[in-house]
């Protein structure tokens, strides 16, 4: 069964500073992996996704990457505001059986003003 | 973009009531729908899969007589808690998907049980 972790669990960064998230996963039989931001008890925003032919994705300040054969991906976010403070987290999207998401277990990021 | 909306956003009740939480997709035709259990912390687990008219698909460990699952139209899909205990406490999160396979996500609804 797909496993996806995030590394760190938990980042504190000065407001201004550019800061990388990683995921990594287990399987590397994947149709897409997803980078997700969550507020304190709210849902799930999409902020990227990647498809399993493709290397990186950006989107303003975010740039995505995945390396699929190594089961790894990177959250990059340059110039790091407060307003960027949440839970960001990775899922992949397997290649066979329903279209359901294998979550990591997060990074919350606290960026300070 | 595609928007899911959830009822209720909160909702605390007490131990052996059932409790029914609802996703709704307002601007288009949902054929799958997922459910997500979040625990304090925690990374979102999928509890099960549903399509539009058929029965829901539960993953292992998820009693489906406790979460009861109804898939009725292609724009609701609704989750019985049945018999709530404190340990169902949880924030449960909807997503629906269509033609595209996209999933969107729904606000979520933070279950208390007394």
């Known amino acids: 069964k797909q496993e996806v972790t995030q590394i760190p669990a938990a980042l504190s960064v000065p407001e201004g500073e550019n800061l990388v998230l990683n995921c990594s996963f287990t399987?590397?039989?994947?149709?897409?992996l997803q980078w997700f931001r969550q507020d304190p008890g709210k849902g799930l925003t999409s902020l990227l996704l990647?498809?399993?032919?493709?290397r990186e994705q950006t989107s303003g300040r975010l740039n995505a990457s995945l390396d699929k054969s190594s089961g790894r991906s990177t959250l990059y976010i340059a110039a790091s505001q407060p307003g960027d403070s949440a839970t960001y987290l990775c899922a992949v999207r397997g290649l066979t059986g329903a279209n359901n998401l294998f979550f990591g277990t997060g990074t919350r990021l606290t960026v300070i003003p | 973009g595609a928007v899911v909306s959830q009822h209720p956003s909160w909702v605390i009740c007490k131990s052996g009531t059932s409790v029914k939480i609802e996703c709704r997709s307002l601007?288009?035709?949902?054929?799958?729908m997922f459910w997500y259990r979040q625990f304090p912390k925690q990374s979102l687990m999928l509890m099960a899969t549903?399509?539009?008219?058929?029965?829901?698909?539960?993953e292992q460990g998820v009693e489906k007589d406790k979460f009861l699952i109804n898939h009725a139209s292609l724009t609701l899909s609704t989750l019985t808690v049945t018999s709530a205990h404190p340990e169902d406490s949880s924030f449960y999160i909807c997503s629906a998907s269509g033609q595209l396979e996209t999933q969107y996500f729904g606000p979520g609804t933070r279950l208390l049980v007394l």
């Open positions: 990647i498809q399993s032919s493709q």
């Open positions: 399987d590397s039989a994947i149709y897409n």
């Open positions: 549903s399509n539009e008219g058929s029965k829901a698909t539960y």
């Open positions: 601007d288009f035709q949902a054929t799958t």
